[in-house]
């Protein structure tokens, strides 16, 4: 089977403001019908990452290709589309006219109603942006940026602040626009919508590229695929935790421990015997497959939301 065309290639991308270098090198590669995550803490560069990709924000050094041309280049911001965290569209159009609008801005397209539909904004298309509820809006954003019918979709952070079922519906836009083709570079704050969408992922912290690879390549790299929380009074400390059985590493969470263990089977019964030993209360405790929350707090020391 053929490999892929590359859609999108970026070597040695940076970018500064004053003294606070945001983007320190950045090397990126998506291929054709892939979903590509971006993930970072705040202040992390991907934001500024992002723009020069989409040809927003201009690049110190380095080399960007879209379609293999540079992303300012008249011809790829015709096979582009872009749907920001909080797209700020018109308030007094109606959805129907939103629609439009965007169509006219290219020389090829989608069928504007056929647009409307597959977003499922049919009952909407005469209201206006004002009275359209947040998922109604994020979904107008997608339908303002698929209407272009584009090759490569930018998606930051697309379900921000919408209820579970919205969020839902964002995604299965994004898997037909997948499936179809389509290839999508994706920032979000959902560890779980990341690893639902994603075909491979890069996380940056400071600038760089600290990891990348699939989501199960990235969870398999913490040695640990098992994960156990526990919280006891008096706690226990770090260095007899690490002590137990099968158990990888060790970290904090709240007043709880996260123990990161090769097999919950063995490290269970030794640490329930360890507070037995030691007349430690367990107060709580559960276990659960590791994720790729896991893998980002092991790698940036803290959870994606904080700043």
């Not at 584009?150 to 994004?174: C, H, M, N, Y």
């Not at 156990?228 to 590493?249: C, F, H, N, Q, Y």
Request: aromatic share 4%.
């Amino acid at each position: 089977m053929p490999e892929a065309a590359t859609v999108l290639s970026c070597t040695g991308l940076k970018k500064s403001f004053a003294d606070v270098h945001a983007v320190r090198g950045v090397d990126l590669e998506l291929k054709k019908g892939e979903c590509f995550g971006l993930l970072g803490p705040n202040g992390a560069g991907k934001t500024t990452t992002i723009e020069i990709l989409e040809g927003l924000t201009p690049l110190d050094a380095g080399e960007v290709r879209i379609l293999g041309k540079p992303p300012g280049d008249a011809s790829v911001r015709e096979r582009i589309g872009i749907a920001l965290q909080e797209t700020e569209l018109p308030e007094k159009l109606t959805v129907l006219e939103c629609v439009r609008l965007f169509r006219s801005f290219y020389s090829r397209g989608r069928e504007v109603d056929a647009v409307i539909g597959h977003l499922e904004l049919d009952e909407k298309r005469t209201a206006r942006v004002a009275k359209l509820s947040g998922g109604q809006r994020q979904r107008l954003a997608l339908a303002c940026a698929l209407v272009g019918d584009p090759d490569l979709l930018f998606l930051d952070e697309p379900s921000t602040g919408l209820d579970p079922q919205a969020r839902l519906k964002v995604w299965e836009i994004v898997l037909a626009f997948k499936a179809a083709g389509g290839t999508v570079l994706l920032t979000t704050h959902y560890m779980e919508e990341a690893a639902r969408l994603c075909d491979r992922i890069a996380i940056v912290d400071h600038g760089k590229v600290i990891a990348r690879g699939s989501p199960q390549e990235l969870v398999a790299s913490l040695g640990a695929a098992q994960v156990i929380e526990v919280t006891t009074a008096p706690p226990l400390s770090d260095e007899v935790l690490k002590a137990l059985p099968s158990v990888v590493r060790v970290s904090p969470k709240a007043d709880a421990r996260v123990l990161h263990a090769a097999d919950v089977a063995a490290a269970l019964p030794a640490l329930l015997e360890l507070a037995r030993a030691q007349k430690v209360q367990v107060k709580n405790v559960t276990t659960r497959e590791a994720t790729l929350e896991d893998v980002f707090v092991h790698l940036t020391g803290s959870e994606l939301r904080d700043a």
